[in-house]
């Protein structure tokens, strides 16, 4: 079968053109996927170039970036492929009719596969244009790009496991767990160490991640490493510069203020109102100190879920990632 090629921008790549990578991969031994890229593209080609590593790991992924973008169905990417790729090419494979001329230019042979899109009827122009209205064409690799974060954070027992839970039903989850209570349910006894801040932000962290992919437009998340610097301040009487330094702030914060009713709990260890207070104010203050978008959440739990609600539906009205910063 030899060595194959793909063509495409991958502006995001969607799930039709995984389906075509996937089926090329059946087609050829070799696979090369050519990502072709413009200075002023909306999506910077080194995020596109990691996508398609991170989908087809077992394919070459190169990068041909020019100051203006050369269309895919120009005669010019016959001579630009031969040097990219200076191997016999076998197969050329694409949904569009263009293969056909760069095919017989490469001396090989054209498998157009789908040309109507009818297996997958996306594109990457209209998934860039509304991404929410096609997440569900988007590969779990590309959705935190465009994905918003909203991270729930208070004192204890003031509900923002329960709150991530109903936000993630209604809107779509998977939410991201607080990984503090599992690390402290199993953690030796005793006075915290510095280090375990860390190890609970290095949890933390690493399942928002991987959730992340197979969570909706909105990804909810209960608390950040930002709420473990407050507990750093409230177990340590002291901040950890360097724990700082680790918080990257989501899209929006809800805080939700200490006036809820205690809940006895093992694992819990302001129950005091005064001390509640007290740890809603340093959570106020941090968020403050970073700059954070932030919505104050109280009230009644009804008043607390419509706010919360309300929040959603705002940052539903756009996505992120066009134009931003790998």
Partial sequence: MGNGVILGRFMPPHE???????????LVQRLTIIVACAHDDPIPAGVRRDW???????????????????????????????RLHPEPINRVIGSEDYLVPLAKALNAQ????????????????DIRADPFAHWYSLPSHVRPWFQKRLTLVGPESTGKSYMADLLAQKFGGPYVPEYGR???HYRTPGKYRPEELH??????VAHRKTLAMNAGPVLFEDTDPLLTAVWAEMLLGHSLPDLEARIELPEHYLLL?????WAEDPLRYYAKQELRETFFAKIKAKLEQHGASYTLIKGSFSEREAQAFAVVKDMLKSPKGLGNAP
């Fill in 16 to 26: 039709g053109h995984v389906a075509l990578a996937r089926t090329a991969t059946h």
């Fill in 52 to 82: 398609m590593e991170s989908l087809f790991p077992l394919a070459r992924v190169v990068l041909h970036c020019t100051p203006k973008p050369i269309p895919t169905d120009s005669p010019d990417w016959a001579d630009i492929i031969r």
């Fill in 110 to 125: 054209h498998f157009i596969l789908d040309p109507m899109w009818m297996a997958f009827p996306a594109n990457s122009a």
């Fill in 182 to 184: 599992p690390y402290e």
């Fill in 199 to 204: 190890f609970i932000v290095d949890g933390h």
């Fill in 257 to 261: 203020d200490a006036n809820t009713p």
